[in-house]
Every structure is written in structure tokens, then in C-alpha cells.
């Protein structure tokens, strides 16, 4: 072991081949203890392929409690689970897959790893740069699912969880775990205002989430990707590119969302559903939903500025309070499968294929929008939203019912129905002049 003094730290000095071959595990745990007991440090790694995982693995590497800076410089290099591991549920006995009745809590689960990176209870500033993390999810040999849907089995990338200190994370390519490619959970209540930045974090092709956050507040991720969640061999729901979900007692708020990709995930690109969250803004955003909605926003104060949509998207979060309510602000919606990473456009549970399904949600705000239902989706379903200053284009000939509250000057083209709307404003509706000038 070396001496706490120590400050700099590789894989190499303490026995890692980074070789693509040999399997580097009990070299990556020595090197996290060595780093703890310093309670941080560099770690420098060398522009290769570092093989870990074992069965029923804990995490690779654990950084935990360090109250000096921590870095973490990739150099570019790849961490990879090992070919042929076992992950899901599994007979003890005879090691062979089994399909359990689900919901299931019972024995034989197994995994490689719980967290290739966890990083925890740091009041350090914590860095990590240039890495890739690679789960290898279509090289492991898969059981059966194991929670209350899906596989609930720990096998995540990145977890960064009670940092009190900055975390700066950038150039990050999380992909191909059996759980999620990034995890936050952050302390509560919020912070001193340490910077707390994801920038270029790629998390795709992982099997139930790309990034899960179960508490925090001010994160901020620019130019991220949040792609191709469980479209691969697992599915475990929600299935989300991004999942705001906070967890025992804490709180998810300020969250920003820059120059970000979410784009043909199994669940919702973006949800927030559940547990105590609001305040969440997306600028310069592109959604895609190419099976599922392209975002659930369902949680008060989240505004969308400059953002695109393809495919419909659902339970945006209505309120008495317009503060509170979802505002999207010069956004463009559409149906074009020229946008879609497959071709293909998700178009909701309506066969009428709405652009957005508000039902009766109060105060949903569009502001300067245009609507471009081009391709076989008809105008927004709703009763109450406000829309002003929007552009609505629409050549299916279905009826469509976007009503609410119109306001400013909005401009609509198609079978489009204003039925039972206020107008504040006036609506240009096929040439036809709706509402006060």
C-alpha cells in the first residue's frame, strides 16, 4: 500500500495491465482504498482498456468521503466489463437462467459490478474527465429480472451520491450497463453553490436509465445525450433518458438542462413524475420519441426555451398558478420522421395522433410556438392551455381541439377546431379572424 502522502495515483502502481486482456479489478479497488485513505488525489489513467467486473461484484472503483480534491483524468481511456459475466437472476444451484413471477425479491440475483465509479460523502471538489465506461451490456449472459419490474439490479456506470463539494464532470461516454449509465444523488437540503456541471456526458444504449437523479439541486448539463435507453437486450422500466425521481426525503430542484440530445429511449426522454421535484429548464433542447413520449414533464416550474419536439408528448403539469405551470417558450413540435434518429415518430395512445395530450390541465403555456403537424398528427389536445403567439400547421385531416385561451396573434392552418376558447387575443384561423384585434 502506499503512503497516504501520495497524491498522485495510476492503475499501473498497483499491479493494472490496461492491456484489453487481464482483468484489472483487484488493481482498480486497490487504487480507490489508496485514494480514500489520502483522502484524494489524481488519478491519471493511460489511453487503453482497463477489463474489470466479477461476479457479484461491488464497485470497481469507490471514492468515498474525501475532503481534498479529487480528479479524475481519463486520458481517453475505456473501462469495460469483462466478456461472459452473469447478470439477473440465476438458479444457485445448477447457475442457470431463471424467469421468476414478477414482482420478485428472492435469491439468485447477481450482477458484475454495482458501480464501475461511485464517488460519495466528498467535500472535496471532485473532477472527472475524458473516460469511457463501458458496460458490455450485449457480451454478459443475462438471468431473469429481479425488483418490482424489470432488472432493479445495481450495474451502473457513474454514481455520484452526497457530495458536498463542486462535482465537474466532463467528456464522459457512460454506455451499455445492465441498470444506468450516470446516477446522481446529491445532499439535501441544497448546498453551498459549488459549481455542479455535466458537460459532453453521452449515456446511451443502457437498460433502465441514462441518468437517474434522486437528489440534488443546481446541476446544470450541457451538450449531454440521453439515448437508446433499454433498447437493447434489457428493459426495466421507466426506461427514461433522464429520470427526475427524488428518493427518501430529499428534494430535486434547479436543474438545467443545456445544447442536450434526448433522443429514441424505450421510456419518456425526460420524466418527472414522482417524489418532490420542480424547477427544472431546458434550453436549446431536442426531444425525440420514437416509441414512447418524447417528455412527461409532470412536475411544477419546468420551462422549456428554444427547445424541439418530435413525437407527442404528455402530462405536462397544469395549475391554478401559471407560475407553476409547464411554459414552453419558442419551441417547435412536429411529426417529421426526417428528425428521428430510426424514422420512426411516436404518436401517443390517441389514434387521432395529437402533438401533445394536455387533457384538461390548467395554464400550460406556449409561448411564440409553432406546431407543425405535417406528417399525420393533428394540433394539441387540451381544454386550458394559454397559447400566444403561436403558428399551428396542420394537413391530416382529422379534427383537432386545441383549445384554451387564446392570446397575442396566432396564425392556424388545417381542421382545426377553436371551439369553447377565450379569446384575449386574435387567432387567424384558414384566413378567417377569431377574437379582438
Known amino acids: ?53 466479477m461476479q457479484d461484484g461491488d464497485d470497481v472503483l469507490a471514492f468515498t468521503g474525501c475532503t481534498d480534491p479529487l480528479v479524475i483524468q481519463g486520458n481517453g481511456a475505456r473501462i469495460r466489463c469483462a466478456d461472459g459475466l452473469r447478470y439477473g437472476v440465476f438458479d444457485p444451484a445448477s447457475g442457470e437462467p431463471v424467469q421468476p413471477k414478477m414482482p420478485y425479491f428472492g435469491p439468485g440475483r447477481t ?14 471538489p471532485v473532477t472527472i474527465a475524458d473516460l469511457e465506461l463501458d458496460g458490455n451490456l450485449d457480451r454478459l449472459m443475462l438471468g431473469g429480472p429481479w425488483g418490482d419490474t424489470g432488472w432493479q439490479i445495481g450495474a451502473t456506470g457513474l454514481t455520484l451520491r452526497d457530495n458536498s463539494g463542486a462535482e465537474i464532470v466532463s467528456n464522459l461516454h457512460t454506455h451499455h450497463h445492465a441498470q444506468d449509465g450516470f446516477a ?25 436509465q441514462g441518468c437517474s437523479i434522486t ?67 431546458f434550453t436549446s433542447c431536442k426531444f425525440v420519441g420514437t416509441i414512447d413520449w418524447a417528455v412527461w414533464p409532470n412536475k411544477p416550474g419546468i420551462r422549456f426555451s428554444q427547445c424541439s419536439f418530435t413525437g407527442a408528448f404528455a402530462k405536462a403539469f397544469g ?4 407560475a407553476r405551470a409547464t411554459r414552453f417558450d419558442d419551441c417547435v413540435f412536429d411529426d417529421d420522421p426526417r428528425h428521428s434518429s430510426t424514422g420512426k415518430v411516436y404518436g401517443g395512445t390517441n389514434t387521432d395522433r395529437p402533438l401533445a395530450d394536455l387533457s384538461d390541465a390548467l395554464n400550460i403555456q406556449f409561448n411564440r410556438c409553432r406546431f407543425l403537424a405535417l406528417h399525420g398528427s393533428v394540433m394539441p389536445w ?10 399551428m400547421q396542420q394537413t391530416a385531416p382529422g379534427l383537432s381541439f386545441p383549445r384554451g385561451t387564446y392570446e397575442g396573434h396566432s396564425v392556424a392552418t388545417g381542421n382545426i377546431s377553436p371551439t369553447f376558447s377565450t379569446m384575449t387575443g386574435v387567432l387567424l384561423l384558414n384566413g378567417k379572424s377569431f377574437g379582438r384585434p
Open 1 to 53: 500500500m502506499l503512503a497516504a502522502r501520495t497524491t498522485t495515483f495510476t492503475p499501473e502502481m498497483f499491479g493494472a495491465k490496461g492491456d484489453g486482456r487481464t482483468n484489472d479489478t483487484l488493481a482498480m479497488a486497490n487504487l480507490a482504498i489508496a485514494v480514500t485513505i489520502a483522502s484524494g488525489g489524481t488519478v491519471i489513467f493511460r489511453n487503453t482498456t482497463y477489463i474489470v467486473g
Open 111 to 124: 450482477s458484475p459490478y454495482r458501480n464501475m465509479i461511485r464517488v460519495q460523502g466528498c467535500t472535496g
Open 184 to 208: 446522481i444523488n446529491g445532499v439535501d437540503p441544497a448546498p453551498p453553490a459549488h459549481a455542479r456541471r455535466m458537460t459532453n456526458v453521452r449515456a446511451e444504449h443502457n437498460g433502465r
Open 215 to 281: 437528489g440534488g439541486h443546481g446541476y446544470l448539463f450541457d451538450g449531454c445525450s440521453f439515448a437508446h435507453t433499454a433498447r437493447g437486450p434489457i428493459v426495466s422500466k421507466p426506461g427514461a433518458g433522464v429520470d427526475l425521481e427524488a428518493e427518501g426525503g430529499k428534494v430535486n430542484s434547479g436543474f438545467a438542462f443545456v445544447n442536450c440530445v434526448f433522443d429514441d429511449n424505450y421510456g419518456p426522454g425526460f420524466v418527472a413524475d414522482t417524489g418532490p421535484s420542480a424547477d427544472v429548464t
Open 319 to 322: 395549475d391554478p398558478d401559471r
Open 382 to 391: 387540451s381544454k386550458h392551455a394559454i397559447y400566444k403567439d403561436c403558428t
